[in-house]
């Protein structure tokens, strides 16, 4: 069993916090690996459904998209139901057709503020990727080309700004780090010691009590 599968077996484990739904936030700086750690974590939890939040924010509203999430995306699955929601295209500058979000066992919510005070309450469990953010911000550029430099230039004061306005690392339950071949998983700030701690860190890797 890997490093992923063990982290997937912990969280599958974890009460539900949204309906039946466990959410799970994966936030961290822009370039730091969020997408692809939500897509190896889905496949972890056999196939779990994906919201990247990219698909809620626009242009305009970068981090603006709390009061989509919420009516579109958490009370449905708070309620039980399958949630529906129009994912924004950076293209053509205008939402696109409705998108089902199933209320599955878990579901991973990825983007840069995904662990946002607004959105914490309904979150199982916080992972925040372990990789500093002038770094993270190079590799954001390097993969989108020079053509995304004006936006990139103008993202970086957006996400310094909501960073120290609403921080999400420090209610973070566990710290990935990417290493060579797979994931390191450590203790968060949010992680106390105690009985009723649900998912302890050992041997780096996420286990359950």
């Known amino acids: 069993m890997n490093d992923l599968d063990r982290a997937a077996h912990a969280l599958l484990r974890l009460p539900p916090s949204c309906g039946p739904v466990r959410l799970i936030a994966v936030d961290g700086h822009a370039g730091s690996g969020k997408s692809t750690l939500a897509a190896r974590l889905s496949a972890a939890l056999g196939d779990a459904p994906v919201l990247h939040l990219d698909d809620l924010a626009t242009h305009e509203e970068l981090f603006g998209w709390t009061g989509r999430l919420r009516e579109q995306v958490l009370d449905p ?3 039980g139901e399958a949630a529906s929601y129009r994912p924004y295209d950076w293209r053509l500058r205008r939402f ?85 071949e797979g994931y390191d998983w450590l203790p968060g700030p949010a992680v106390t010691a105690g009985a009723d701690q649900i998912i302890t860190h050992r041997d780096g890797f996420m286990s359950v009590n």
């Not at 946002?116 to 954001?140: H, I, N």
């Not at 936006?151 to 780090?177: K, N, Q």
Request: charge should be negative; include cysteine.
């Open 96 to 180: 696109g057709e409705a998108r089902a979000l199933p209320p599955a066992p878990a579901v991973l919510v990825e983007g840069v503020g995904a662990g946002r005070q607004e959105v914490r309450p309904f979150l199982s469990w916080l992972l925040w990727m372990e990789r500093g953010r002038e770094d993270a911000w190079a590799r954001g550029r390097h993969r989108d080309g020079p053509d995304q430099a004006p936006f990139w230039d103008g993202w970086t004061v957006a996400e310094t700004r909501h960073f120290a306005e609403d921080p999400s690392r420090p209610f973070a339950d566990t710290l990935v780090r990417e290493c060579p």
């Open 77 to 79: 699955l708070s309620r």
